[in-house]
């Protein structure tokens, strides 16, 4: 079965970090690029960066740059999201979603659209 | 940098049609694909449209899109409305090493 799957709700207080995982399965870790995504309660989508599984290289959001790091573990196909220096605002459902353009060739089957996504992570941020 | 503008909210009665627009600044609202998604409450996300105009298989032909190169915007057009569409709409789209999302607009379903 492909899917993402995420680790459970988190509580952390003010300051401190947090590391969410997402592990996929049923398809080719390395073959897609994972995103995260921040959904504060009430508030809309945000992107936060990607990972490209295979190299490790990622990209992040100038929002976020410098308070959050990406990783992944090829032996376990897991990614994970590493925020610091908590606060309030920090409070939201973190998704990661997979980017459907493949990375590497054959190139079927690809398009363009977060076309998986974890059943997300409540972090919740209090003092 | 860009953003994509959604109205916060839009409603129609049951078998109407609805239009969720998404209007793009700075660039134009075809440079790159445009996704849509759909989100019921405590749900991830799922996509309704994805590079502008396709429809991932079981999502019906009721969902279609339109552009509007005059305003730079897209259109969700949901037409014979059934109460389960009644949920969050987001449309995506990318740039060189980022993605961004409107902000959401709540469809109610009267």
């Known amino acids: 079965q492909v899917e993402l799957v995420q680790s459970g709700t988190e509580v952390k207080r003010t300051g401190a970090s947090v590391k969410v995982s997402c592990r996929a399965s049923?398809?080719?870790?390395?073959?897609?690029?994972i995103h995260w995504v921040r959904q504060a309660p009430g508030q809309g989508l945000e992107w936060i960066g990607r990972?490209?599984?295979?190299?490790?290289?990622?990209q992040y959001s100038p929002r976020f740059r410098g308070r959050i790091t990406m990783s992944r573990d090829l032996s376990v196909n897991t990614s994970f999201l590493e925020m610091t220096s908590l606060t309030s605002d920090d409070t939201a459902v973190f998704y990661c979603?997979?980017?459907?353009?493949?990375?590497?060739?054959?190139?079927?089957?690809?398009?363009?659209?977060?076309?998986?996504w974890g059943q997300g992570t409540l972090v919740t941020v209090s003092s | 940098n860009f953003i994509l503008t959604q109205p916060l909210s839009v409603s129609e009665s049951p078998g109407k049609t609805v239009n969720i627009s998404c209007t793009r600044t700075n660039g134009s609202i075809e440079t790159k694909y445009l996704q849509w998604y759909q989100q019921r409450p405590g749900n991830s996300p799922t996509t309704v449209i994805f590079?502008?105009?396709?429809?991932p298989s079981g999502v019906p032909d009721r969902f279609s899109v339109a552009f509007d190169g005059s305003s730079n915007s897209a259109f969700l057009i949901i037409s014979g409305l059934k109460a389960e569409d009644e949920a969050d709409y987001y449309c995506?789209?990318?740039?060189?090493?980022?993605?961004?999302f409107g902000g959401g607009t709540k469809l109610t379903v009267l």
């Open positions: 590079e502008d105009y396709r429809r």
């Open positions: 995506q789209t990318f740039d060189t090493d980022t993605q961004v």
């Open positions: 990972i490209h599984p295979d190299s490790g290289v990622t």
């Open positions: 049923g398809y080719d870790f390395i073959d897609y690029y």
């Open positions: 979603a997979r980017w459907g353009e493949r990375i590497l060739p054959p190139y079927g089957g690809s398009s363009s659209q977060f076309d998986l």
